[in-house]
């Protein structure tokens, strides 16, 4: 069995995955689909080999972030990947697995996964460990994006630091405590600046100078951004435009767009795998599906992301009609 058949068998399947579906799919034993997800040793290097030779390799926008998949049913010592984690979805800890993810949106606004780690306590690592380990990979395979975006999780001084060190320019959510100078020896947190619609060039403590940037969502959501870029003369700093600042975190969103898609037509919550080889080789499957539904769109195969199953099952739901009839 390869692994193009499964991941054929994921993007077409309507239901749960399993070993016993996936088997009567591809007219194969499930011990055969079991099997193949066992052997399956897939690092995030595979995941980038199978696109690099598609992608503008510089001058994108590279994102970091994780989504929690829900297992409220799974044994937390059968796996040691399921876990207690904190879901914006259910705005509260639940037990699922972490799927870390770095995001590449080319120039041309492509938007594909280029690594991956799936948190694991018993490695003894923090998401921001895997993050540093993830960017210094993908630098090391040729990747040089001109932006790197976050959220306020991975905007810890260290990880700031180290992105000032590869010479990126950066977007990065702030919690509102978060400290800034405005005038020297005053220090405020962020919830008690004034920030102007434009941005507030100001100095973040421990860091240097960014320029941030307030959100208001509809429901009253107040969100801080802190932008970063190189400065030949920090006196005479080039800033950003509240469009430009926009578009940026436009671009940084689309990683919210990939998890709901990898969540429902990619099969990546909805599986019966037990062992933890199995779920990585299940999940590496997952993100490379995504891949292709990307290429799928990009050639005009199909509409959008969301338009296979559609086309799959409209056919099908047609030639039974037919011979129904």
């Not at 995030?44 to 598609?54: H, I, P, T």
């Not at 403590?205 to 969100?223: A, H, I, L, N, W």
């Not at 190189?230 to 940026?248: C, G, M, T, W, Y």
Request: with cysteine.
């Amino acid at each position: 069995m390869q692994a193009e058949e499964y991941i054929a068998y994921l993007l077409s399947s309507p239901a749960k995955s399993s070993c016993v579906q996936a088997g009567e799919v591809l007219e194969v034993s499930h011990d055969e689909v079991n099997r193949f997800l066992l052997s399956g040793s897939y690092q995030g290097s595979d995941l980038f080999q199978a696109v690099k030779d598609s992608i503008e390799l510089a001058g994108g926008t590279l994102t970091v972030d994780d989504t929690v998949l829900d297992k409220p049913y799974s044994e937390l010592s059968s796996t040691g990947l399921a876990g207690f984690f904190w879901s914006g979805k259910h705005h509260r800890t639940v037990k699922g697995i972490n799927l870390i993810v770095l995001l590449y949106t080319t120039c041309s606004g492509y938007s594909i996964p280029v690594n991956f780690r799936v948190y694991r306590a018993s490695e003894g690592k923090t998401k921001n460990d895997y993050f540093q380990a993830m960017l210094k990979e993908v630098w090391q395979w040729g990747l040089r994006p001109k932006w790197v975006t976050a959220d306020s999780w991975y905007s810890s001084l260290e990880n700031l630091k180290f992105l000032k060190n590869l010479e990126v320019n950066f977007l990065v959510g702030l919690e509102k405590n978060r400290i800034v100078s405005t005038q020297p020896a005053l220090y405020q947190q962020l919830q008690e600046v004034s920030i102007p619609q434009d941005g507030l060039y100001t100095h973040l403590k421990g860091f240097g100078f960014v320029e941030v940037f307030r959100t208001v969502s509809q429901e009253g959501d107040v969100r801080h951004y802190a932008l970063y870029q190189p400065q030949e003369d920090p006196a005479f700093p080039v800033l950003f435009s509240r469009q430009e600042f926009e578009a940026f975190r436009l671009v940084h969103w689309r990683v919210e767009s990939f998890f709901r898609c990898i969540k429902q037509c990619c099969q990546a919550e909805k599986f019966l795998v037990r062992k933890t080889s199995a779920i990585k080789t299940h999940l590496f499957c997952v993100m490379r599906a995504f891949q292709r539904l990307a290429a799928f769109t990009l050639n005009h195969f199909i509409d959008s992301l969301y338009a296979l199953r559609k086309t799959l099952f409209l056919q099908a739901q047609r030639q039974f009609i037919r011979d129904f009839a």
